[in-house]
């Protein structure tokens, strides 16, 4: 009996070292460039030069360049309210980085400006100094604009030169690099169709046409919603890599059938705000919010009279077979109408999903961090809807106007958050299942080599 006491001590002692030996090898593991140790396979195995899981500051940046769209997203909606959008008459992506420098820069710009529709039709008496409150305002957007085409471009090749992102975010980083160079264009392809007096209607309010905008919008919005997708995507990969099996419950919780229409209810939803803040983009080319400012009413009754809605005038062809879209498309009544129905649908929606998270066994079965997201959805929706009425009531003030084009953004951005965290990885799902199998088989080694030396 004497010397059961030190023979225990010693075996707890090397179990002790065992775990500690297989924790650190779990983290080699998870963090090693290839998989060989993860699943115990042959060395001859080929190795990948790239990461199976992107670094951690991969994802900062990406969620930090997010922020940065946000910001120009808002700030551009402001220099469309202030109608400064137009003030810049060129497209100079190298010499434009700078101001005018001096009186005779600005006489000069100035003098462009006075030869746009803009200008002879609106501000026929802007001083200079009134001229440079508007310039200054586009040209930080275009400024903004280069710093947020840098900002990305320049980290992105760093980190895929240094391999510290994975395969496939290696060939995501260039699919939204390229997306960002294309918005610099679709910028200007924007502004190019204020400048001209046809390229919009004859006695019009000189403005860019809504199609360009809209573009410009949607462009924007899916340069933030990818960058912030995969920032959130790589920080939920190395929060369930931390416990390789806590994280394939997780996972495996969520790919149950009951929690399938959920799934799929949170992926429509991010496609039904997306379109309409869309639909928020043509009201705001075509400036449909200065008409109707009532709510629910518009005019007599909840919808205009249907001749001013299918108006003929719109149609370009004789046999008015483009009657229908013309008026979806550049009818400001009828623009001003599918954006209140599509706000509404997407509002009832939400409150319809809200609930159904809290039936039984829904609530049960989502984690925790989804329920708080479906609460965050819903906060956002009810603020987006305050701000729509109240900026239509209020004819379209700048503060509102601007706060409601930001509160879209909040808005997505919680409905991409809940999406991240009741989605099924199937990439992270498979390394989860290769570093648990290597866990166990580290542990039977471990136990195995204890139970010689006893």
Not at 92 to 114: H, Q
Not at 118 to 134: A, C, G, R
Not at 214 to 240: D, E, K, P, Q
Not at 395 to 424: C, D, E, K, Y
Request: with cysteine.
């Amino acid at each position: 009996m004497p010397s059961a006491k030190p023979k225990m001590t010693r075996t707890s002692t090397l179990a002790d070292k065992n775990r500690q030996f297989f924790n650190s090898s779990l983290r080699r593991s998870v963090a090693a460039p290839t998989v060989e140790a993860a699943v115990g396979e042959t060395a001859a195995k080929v190795k990948s030069s790239f990461p199976k899981i992107s670094d951690k500051s991969v994802a900062y940046w990406l969620l930090g360049s997010a922020a940065s769209v946000f910001g120009i997203v808002v700030f551009g909606g402001l220099t469309r309210l202030t109608e400064s959008g137009l003030s810049i008459t060129e497209w100079r992506p190298v010499t434009g980085s700078l101001p005018p420098m001096n009186a005779d820069d600005w006489e000069s710009e100035f003098s462009k400006y006075r030869a746009s529709p803009e200008f002879q039709l609106l501000n026929p008496n802007m001083t200079l100094s009134e001229f440079k409150s508007i310039y200054y305002m586009e040209w930080i957007h275009r400024l903004w604009g280069r710093f947020v085409g840098l900002s990305f471009v320049l980290p992105a090749v760093y980190f895929v030169a240094r391999k510290k992102v994975s395969a496939p975010m290696a060939l995501r980083l260039g699919g939204i690099a390229g997306l960002i160079g294309f918005q610099g264009f679709i910028g200007w392809w924007m502004v190019k169709s204020g400048l001209k007096d046809d390229l919009f209607a004859p006695g019009s309010h000189p403005r860019v046409s809504q199609y360009r905008l809209t573009t410009h919008l949607a462009t924007a919005f899916t340069c933030y919603v990818a960058m912030l997708w995969n920032g959130l995507a790589i920080l939920r990969s190395h929060r369930l890599m931390k416990d390789p099996s806590e994280g394939l419950n997780q996972l495996n919780a969520l790919r149950d059938p009951r929690l399938a229409f959920f799934r799929r209810s949170v992926a429509g939803l991010a496609l039904l705000v997306f379109v309409t803040v869309m639909s928020g983009g043509l009201v705001a080319g075509l400036d449909a919010g200065l008409i109707y400012n009532e709510f629910p009413y518009m005019g007599k009754g909840l919808t205009p009279p249907s001749a001013e809605l299918w108006d003929p005038r719109y149609s370009r062809h004789e046999d008015r077979s483009d009657l229908w879209w013309r008026n979806m498309l550049e009818n400001p009544s009828l623009v001003q109408l599918d954006h209140r129905i599509l706000a509404i649908t997407t509002f009832t929606s939400i409150v319809a999903l809200f609930a159904y998270s809290r039936r039984a066994p829904i609530k049960r079965l989502l984690p925790a961090p989804a329920r708080k997201g479906m609460h965050g959805v819903l906060g956002f929706a009810c603020m987006q809807v305050a701000l729509g009425i109240s900026t239509l009531l209020y004819l379209v003030p700048t503060p509102l106007a601007s706060a409601h084009q930001a509160g879209s953004l909040f808005l997505l951005t919680w409905v991409m958050i809940l999406g991240s965290r009741v989605w099924h990885p199937s990439r992270t799902a498979k390394l989860l299942q290769m570093a648990a199998k290597a866990r166990g088989q580290q542990l039977s080694s471990s136990t195995a080599s204890a139970m010689k030396r006893l």
